[in-house]
């Protein structure tokens, strides 16, 4: 098949490589550019997977979903005695990212996505975009797609106005064995989404995929994400900061939080969690922390450009639909491509259903965490706290 015109993807993580995969599956000539130089540093968090999300694993790599994500029956709600207090049927599917990157990565190969590849800026005309990286080179394309994430330098160069906002929350995320958990712990976290409330926080666990992939009981991790909040300023940056001064964000990768933070942690989840939830966070011997934002923009095509995924909406992670999200912009892109023979025509039409979509997320879970972490009104399972991308029903 004679090539339907060059595309680069800036940004190799699951937004960008779904777009180059649907990109280069209607004839486009695809290129990656990521910034990271190894195969990835360690983001194996899991994730809710959502059935846009998993499309292109179930319909194009010929995937069985429960091969590659771990499932359970049943949102439950536990009190701090760890009775029950609210129980709904509702099958959830979860993974983790370095299980998805990898089949996404294994299925585009290497050839074409480029490590080490850090994009500062672009300029367009009506006939092509040329990308320019920190090197100093630079590429020519067609149509230049920016998945480079929440700090994307491309947004910025677009749409200078538009910034994240801090949601005065981070979330503290552990991942354990469920081999180091007693029998009792994991058949109680096991076979269900386990939520729990406290004032101004609350914490989710789920069972979620190995890191060799595995999704058998026994062989999976327990993922813990706990909302807590921390001040803007110097309460957060205090707990965003190293042992050696380093103040990251918006992720504090495992090993990097200061002991002091991790004690007080895992004090708190002692003093304030149900047991069997307190079990499974402070037994993560490595817990990593995650500032939660939220960032919408007024445009998403420029032209020849387009921003998908985190470089357009964040939202806060209460639907679990990032990644969701980030898929289904790259599947209505592949769609406009192939209905329209211009790429700005494309990239025009495709914009206002991705705006709605974006605009929608971050309106909901900026509800839902003002409910959890501010105001406690949300104390039960309803249709609106469900995880899921659009806003039509469970
Ligand atoms: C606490 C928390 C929990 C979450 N839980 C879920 C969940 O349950 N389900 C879910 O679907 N989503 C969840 N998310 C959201 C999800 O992680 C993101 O929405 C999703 O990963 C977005 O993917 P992306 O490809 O758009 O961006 P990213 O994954 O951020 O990827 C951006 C990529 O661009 C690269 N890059 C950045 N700058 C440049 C540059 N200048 N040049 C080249 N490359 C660059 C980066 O290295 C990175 O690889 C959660 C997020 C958080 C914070």
Request: net charge negative.
């Amino acid at each position: 098949m004679s090539s339907r015109g060059r595309v680069a993807v800036v940004g190799g993580s699951l937004g960008g490589l779904t777009a180059a995969l649907l990109l280069r599956d209607i004839g486009f000539d695809v290129t990656v550019y990521e910034r990271s130089v190894h195969a990835m540093e360690q983001r194996g968090a899991g994730l809710g997977f959502l059935p846009d999300a998993s499309r292109y694993f179930t319909e194009r790599c010929g995937v069985d979903i429960d091969a590659i994500s771990t499932s359970t029956p049943v949102i439950r709600y536990l009190d701090r005695d760890g009775s029950v207090s609210h129980e709904r049927d509702f099958r959830y599917h979860y993974s983790s990212w370095f299980t998805l990157y990898g089949i996404l990565r294994d299925r585009f190969g290497t050839e074409r996505y480029l490590t080490g590849q850090e994009a500062t800026g672009f300029d367009q005309d009506d006939d092509s975009v040329r990308v320019r990286f920190s090197d100093g080179s630079t590429v020519e394309a067609d149509l230049l797609v920016c998945a480079d994430g929440v700090q994307s330098v491309l947004r910025r160069q677009l749409l200078p106005d538009s910034v994240r906002s801090y949601s005065g929350y981070v979330a503290w995320r552990g991942m354990v064995p469920e081999s180091d958990l007693d029998a009792e712990v994991v058949a109680r976290l096991g076979d269900a989404i386990t939520y729990a409330f406290e004032a101004n926080s609350h914490i989710l666990v789920y069972p979620i995929p190995s890191p060799t992939g595995s999704v058998t009981p026994g062989e999976r991790l327990i993922n813990t994400v706990w909302y807590r909040n921390y001040r803007e300023g110097g309460d957060l940056d205090d707990l965003m900061t190293d042992a050696q001064g380093h103040r990251h964000d918006p992720t504090l990768p495992p090993g990097a939080a200061r002991p002091e933070h991790v004690a007080e942690m895992r004090a708190h989840a002692i003093a304030r969690l149900p047991a069997v939830v307190a079990e499974a966070v402070v037994r993560c011997e490595d817990p990593f922390v995650q500032a939660v934002y939220d960032l919408g923009v007024e445009r998403m095509a420029f032209g020849r450009a387009c921003l998908i995924g985190d470089a357009a909406f964040v939202m806060r992670p209460h639907a679990a639909a990032g990644t969701a999200k980030a898929a289904a912009n790259a599947w209505a892109l592949a769609d406009a491509l192939e209905r329209h023979a211009s790429i700005p025509d494309a990239l025009a039409a495709w914009e206002p259903e991705q705006l709605r979509i974006g605009r929608e997320l971050v309106a909901r879970t900026q509800r839902l965490g003002r409910a959890s972490q501010v105001d406690g009104t949300w104390t039960a399972p309803t249709d609106d706290t469900l995880f899921r991308l659009r806003d039509e029903g469970p």
